[in-house]
């Protein structure tokens, strides 16, 4: 079992950027496809980006995809979202997420392990 710490929330002005982290507790980090999703409020959880194990793929959302780069360091156990021109859209509650899965899964249901997520807020 894996535990997920996220980190690098905040307010942001629209077009800014921001950098999350999000820090595992185990060793055996690099057993898993690690995504991001995010919250809107009011609305339902969405995948944002998701990374393979060994980070040779990275599959992203349209409304991010252009403007974000996910990344891990399976060394350090930690995984990074950046997204950069935010827009007020893009606020929400950010959450990583770890899967045992097939590839990189864009669907929730297939990440088991999910960290307890961090506020993101673009506004002037």
């Known amino acids: 079992q894996v535990q997920l710490v996220e980190s690098g929330g905040g307010l942001v002005q629209p077009g800014g950027s921001l950098r999350l982290s999000c820090k595992g507790s185990?060793?055996?980090?690099?057993?898993?496809?690690l995504g991001w999703f995010r919250q809107p409020p009011g609305k339902e959880r969405e995948f944002v980006a998701g990374?393979?194990?060994?980070?040779?793929?990275?599959i992203f959302a349209d409304s991010v995809k252009g403007r974000s780069t996910i990344s891990r360091n399976n060394a350090e156990a930690t995984v990074y979202l950046q997204v950069g021109s935010l827009k007020p859209g893009d606020t929400g509650v950010y959450y990583c997420?770890?899967?045992?899965?097939?590839?990189?899964?864009?669907?929730?249901?297939?990440?088991?392990?999910w960290g307890q997520g961090t506020q993101v807020t673009v506004s002037s």
């Open positions: 997420a770890a899967s045992t899965g097939i590839g990189v899964p864009r669907k929730s249901s297939e990440y088991g392990y």
């Open positions: 990374i393979s194990r060994s980070e040779t793929s990275t």
């Open positions: 185990q060793r055996t980090f690099s057993r898993y496809a």
